[in-house]
């Protein structure tokens, strides 16, 4: 079985390949890049990826080594993200599937990322943690679905560090510059907590951050490493309190997402598991980022579980779309 995946929600146009042993044939991706002062504008993205998709399907055809024939199926992500640039994956995953007679695997983004993880690292029962620029939930499969056992309730942990580096005039994506200026911030300045339960809010420490920049009075390394110090306890705090309470039926923790790749996080994460007597997994960085594999992958799942694609005149998209919405029939 040979699988090959459409990812287009938000920044990155990427296609992926793998077969059934989940061996990855080919990962072909283009990332926009706004300029700078600006963030993702869909149309402007979407244009990107109109003019790099078809470059980007052959070269990730031939670097599989394989025809275009051999493949059982096409996942695509339907969502959630920015309207133009899904509707430009779809359309060439409908184009495809039209033209070569492939089953077409519509595939929610962020179950792709959960998958993935899980998937590489055989996890039975885990506990994860997606962090990136479109979600920030904490999650556990439960009947059928993965189910949310803390979330933020305003913006991701993506968007707060994304948008703080645009207000004070760094480049895009912010996560890893403001990693690397926070590792020489000495001095933590107090900055809004906000957590409620297993939830957790983080535009209140955004306008924080931003008017103490704005105001002059902490450097650029201090604000980085308050920032961080306050996000990422928040994150491991909620999901603290959500393994606490599932902990007998978790036998795991897994992070995922691009804010997975930053090292603060992560050690304050494994530093919280280990007193519960659990492992962190986490995929190397390029796994963490959106691309087309994650999607191959939900669209194997759903192939080797016997469900059927759906017809290319309704491969439709959804920009707002929650993954505990989505029956997971293969676990
Ligand atoms: P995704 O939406 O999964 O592609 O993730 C993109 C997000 O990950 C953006 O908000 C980036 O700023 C963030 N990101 C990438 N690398 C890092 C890092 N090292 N530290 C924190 N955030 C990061
Ligand atoms: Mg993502």
Same mark, same amino acid.
């Given at each position: 079985?040979?699988?090959?995946?459409?990812?287009?929600?938000?920044?990155?146009?990427?296609?992926g390949?793998?077969?059934?042993?989940?061996?990855?044939?080919?990962?072909?991706?283009?990332?926009?890049?706004?300029?700078?002062?600006?963030?993702?504008?869909? #149309?402007?993205?979407?244009?990107?990826?109109?003019?790099?998709?078809?470059d980007?399907?052959?070269?990730?055809?031939?670097?599989?080594?394989?025809s275009?024939?051999?493949?059982?199926?096409?996942?695509?992500?339907?969502?959630?993200?920015?309207?133009?640039?899904?509707?430009?994956?779809?359309?060439?995953?409908?184009?495809?599937?039209?033209?070569?007679?492939?089953?077409?695997?519509?595939?929610?983004?962020?179950?792709?990322?959960?998958?993935?993880?899980?998937?590489?690292?055989?996890?039975?029962?885990?506990?994860i943690?997606?962090?990136?620029? *479109?979600?920030?939930?904490?999650?556990?499969?439960?009947? *059928?679905?993965?189910?949310?056992?803390?979330?933020t309730?305003?913006i991701?942990?993506?968007?707060?560090?994304?948008?703080?580096?645009?207000?004070?005039?760094?480049?895009?994506? *912010?996560?890893?510059?403001?990693?690397?200026?926070?590792?020489?911030?000495?001095?933590?300045?107090?900055?809004?907590?906000?957590?409620?339960?297993?939830?957790?809010? #983080?535009?209140?420490?955004?306008?924080?951050?931003?008017?103490?920049?704005?105001?002059?009075?902490?450097?650029?390394?201090?604000l980085?490493?308050?920032?961080?110090?306050?996000?990422?306890?928040?994150?491991?705090?909620?999901?603290?309190?959500?393994?606490?309470?599932?902990?007998?039926?978790?036998?795991?923790?897994?992070?995922?997402?691009?804010?997975?790749?930053?090292?603060?996080?992560?050690?304050?994460?494994?530093?919280m598991a280990?007193?519960?007597?659990?492992?962190?997994y986490?995929?190397?960085?390029?796994?963490?980022?959106d691309? *087309?594999?994650?999607?191959?992958?939900?669209?194997?799942?759903?192939?080797?579980?016997?469900?059927?694609?759906?017809?290319?005149e309704?491969?439709?998209?959804?920009?707002?779309?929650?993954?505990?919405?989505?029956?997971?029939?293969?676990?």
């Amino acid at each position: 079985m040979i699988v090959l995946g459409i990812e287009s929600t938000a920044h990155t146009f990427g296609v992926g390949i793998i077969n059934e042993s989940l061996r990855i044939l080919s990962d072909v991706r283009r990332q926009y890049f706004p300029p700078k002062g600006m963030g993702i504008e869909p #149309f402007q993205t979407a244009e990107y990826h109109s003019k790099y998709s078809v470059d980007v399907v052959k070269k990730a055809i031939e670097e599989a080594g394989i025809s275009i024939k051999e493949i059982d199926a096409i996942a695509y992500s339907k969502g959630p993200g920015l309207g133009p640039c899904l509707r430009i994956g779809a359309t060439i995953a409908r184009a495809l599937s039209l033209k070569y007679n492939i089953p077409l695997y519509p595939v929610h983004h962020a179950i792709g990322h959960i998958e993935l993880v899980r998937s590489y690292f055989n996890l039975s029962n885990p506990l994860i943690v997606l962090v990136s620029g *479109g979600h920030t939930v904490i999650t556990a499969y439960r009947g *059928g679905r993965w189910r949310p056992y803390g979330e933020t309730l305003d913006i991701t942990i993506g968007n707060l560090l994304d948008v703080f580096a645009r207000e004070v005039g760094l480049d895009f994506p *912010g996560g890893p510059i403001i990693e690397k200026l926070a590792s020489r911030g000495k001095r933590y300045v107090e900055l809004p907590y906000n957590i409620k339960g297993c939830n957790f809010q #983080f535009s209140g420490l955004l306008t924080k951050a931003i008017q103490l920049m704005k105001k002059g009075q902490v450097s650029i390394e201090d604000l980085s490493f308050s920032l961080q110090e306050t996000a990422f306890s928040i994150i491991v705090e909620a999901t603290e309190r959500a393994l606490t309470s599932l902990k007998d039926s978790i036998n795991s923790l897994a992070i995922t997402g691009g804010v997975a790749s930053n090292n603060v996080l992560y050690e304050k994460l494994v530093k919280m598991a280990n007193i519960h007597g659990l492992k962190v997994y986490r995929l190397d960085k390029r796994w963490n980022s959106d691309n *087309g594999v994650q999607i191959a992958i939900v669209g194997l799942r759903m192939l080797q579980q016997g469900l059927e694609g759906v017809p290319p005149e309704e491969a439709y998209i959804l920009q707002k779309w929650r993954f505990d919405e989505v029956d997971i029939q293969w676990m």
